[in-house]
T-cell receptor, first 116, second 111 residues
Framework: GAVVSQHPSRVICKSGTSVKIECRSL??????MFWYRQFPKQSLMLMAT?????????EQGVEKDKFLINHASLTLSTLTVTSAHPEDSSFYIC????????????FGNGTRLTVT | DAKTTQPTSMDCAEGRAANLPCNHS???????VYWYRQIHSQGPQYIIH???NNETNEMASLIITEDRKSSTLILPHATLRDTAVYYC????????????FGSGTQLTVLP
């Protein structure tokens, strides 16, 4: 079945630094990928929609200059958390789907970001 | 996308069938019912989806009522590894559509 790979699975960084998270569709092409964030004991919240070859679409309240998204190819989207702060500590999850209309979204295994 | 309602939590004995209900009374004709689960500290895992007919795969069965206003996910022989939060999501088809997650049902499989 379709596989989405996310890297790294866990990262610890200092306040003020930037962190890049990669999301790859391993056996299918994805023109659209989605980035979610999940705080402890809460459900997943959509942050942005990543579109191959064009600008990402951000959900209300998500700062596009802080969460940079690049979707440079049909199999890779990256999320960069810039100038990270402790409140950015969270579980970040990407997803992608094959192009058939009813195909399910497949999710990466998430990245646990801890900002100290 | 239509809103879904699920019980907050359920318990199931190991080896027994787990039946997880979901109400989606405002579902539209072109909206599919998707089920995902999330084991602690992992990304959501796709289980099954359907439009009108009942569906079965190696993981589970999905029973959709004739009026499509509710559905039930059935795990035929629950194991301890099935303990997870189960999400029922309704979504129209289309490549640009994301999934909106509700609170889900915390299923605990008991030994």
């Amino acid at each position: 079945g379709a596989v989405v790979s996310q890297h790294p699975s866990r990262v610890i960084c200092k306040s003020g630094t930037s962190v890049k998270i990669e999301c790859r569709s391993l056996d299918f092409q994805a023109t659209t990928m989605f980035w979610y964030r999940q705080f402890p004991k809460q459900s997943l919240m959509l942050m942005a929609t990543s579109n191959e070859g064009s600008k990402a679409t951000y959900e209300q309240g998500v700062e596009k200059d802080k969460f940079l998204i690049n979707h440079a190819s049909l199999t890779l989207s990256t999320l960069t958390v810039t100038s990270a702060h402790p409140e950015d500590s969270s579980f970040y999850i990407c997803s992608a789907r094959e192009e058939a209309a009813s195909s399910p979204l497949h999710f990466g295994n998430g990245t646990r970001l801890t900002v100290t | 996308d239509a809103k879904t309602t699920q019980p907050t939590s359920m318990d199931c004995a190991e080896g027994r069938a787990a039946n997880l209900p979901c109400n989606h009374s405002t579902i539209s004709g072109n909206e599919y019912v998707y089920w995902y689960r999330q084991i602690h500290s992992q990304g959501p895992q796709y289980i099954i989806h359907g439009l009108k007919n009942n569906e079965t795969n190696e993981m589970a069965s999905l029973i959709i009522t004739e009026d499509r206003k509710s559905s039930t996910l059935i795990l035929p022989h629950a194991t301890l590894r099935d303990t997870a939060v189960y999400y029922c999501i309704v979504r129209a088809s289309g490549s640009a559509r994301q999934l909106t997650f509700g609170s889900g049902t915390q299923l605990t499989v008991l030994p």
